[in-house]
């Protein structure tokens, strides 16, 4: 079955420095998407992408989709406190049930 | 609007008891789904269902078993359960092609 691989597992920085995560599709994906699930609380949308090489930004994030549909990745410029959680990305290879597969997510961990 | 709504937040069980899960949403989604949290495996697929009165397997679906009786309803039952079965359980809804909302979760644990 599909599986959805992201690196790194977790990354720790100080305030201010940048972060990034990776994600790698077994598959081609219809569309990826990406949430962020603070600590002790839900996974939250933050955004899909559905065209090949596609990039979007929503303030200090910015998101890509690979070329060739089967990555993508997720780059916090000047990271801050409100940064810290899992972020997922999680993927769709098409089809009517709209079912996704999760990466096992990256832990950010912010020092102020 | 109260998005995804799970009931209830924590339960402590005895192996080999009972019990059912229940998520409400008033979004009129079609489409909704049961994970699964544990640390270090990420989110794992129950079951999932693609609109009222219809269910489906996931990634993990022994032990579960699911109903979606009315459109904004989908429960997540336990027969009996096992220690095995100690983890954080999330609901989540989409129309189609859209991200999910997941509800706030339950935790369960099993003694």
């Known amino acids: 079955g599909q599986q959805v691989m992201q690196i790194p597992q977790y990354q720790h920085v100080q305030e201010g420095e940048d972060f990034t995560t990776y994600c790698n599709s077994s598959?081609?994906?219809?569309?990826i998407q990406w949430y962020k699930q603070r600590p002790g609380g839900h996974p939250v949308f933050l955004i899909q992408?559905?065209?090949?090489?596609e990039v979007k930004k929503q303030k200090r994030l910015t998101f890509q989709f690979g070329e060739a549909k089967k990555n993508s990745s997720l780059h916090i410029t000047a990271t801050q406190t409100t940064d810290v959680g899992t972020y997922f990305c999680?993927?769709?290879?098409?089809?009517?049930?709209?079912?996704?597969?999760f990466g096992k997510g990256t832990l950010l961990t912010v020092n102020p | 609007n109260a998005g995804v709504t799970q009931t209830p937040k924590f339960r402590v069980l005895k192996t080999g008891q009972s019990m059912t899960l229940l998520c409400a949403q008033d979004?009129?989604?079609?489409?909704m789904y049961w994970y699964r949290q544990d640390p270090g495996m990420g989110l794992r697929l129950i079951h999932y269902?693609?609109?009222?009165?219809?269910?489906a397997k996931g990634e993990v679906p022994d032990g579960y078993n699911v109903s979606r009786l009315k459109k904004q309803n989908f429960l997540l039952g336990l027969e009996s359960a096992a220690p095995s079965q100690t983890s954080v359980y999330f609901c989540?809804?989409?129309?189609?092609?859209?991200?999910?909302?997941f509800g706030s979760g339950t935790r369960l644990t099993v003694v």
């Open positions: 598959t081609t994906l219809s569309n």
């Open positions: 269902s693609v609109g009222e009165g219809t269910t």
């Open positions: 989540a809804s989409t129309p189609g092609v859209s991200g999910y909302t």
């Open positions: 999680a993927g769709n290879s098409g089809g009517s049930n709209y079912k996704l597969t």
């Open positions: 992408l559905v065209k090949s090489g």
């Open positions: 979004m009129n989604h079609e489409y």
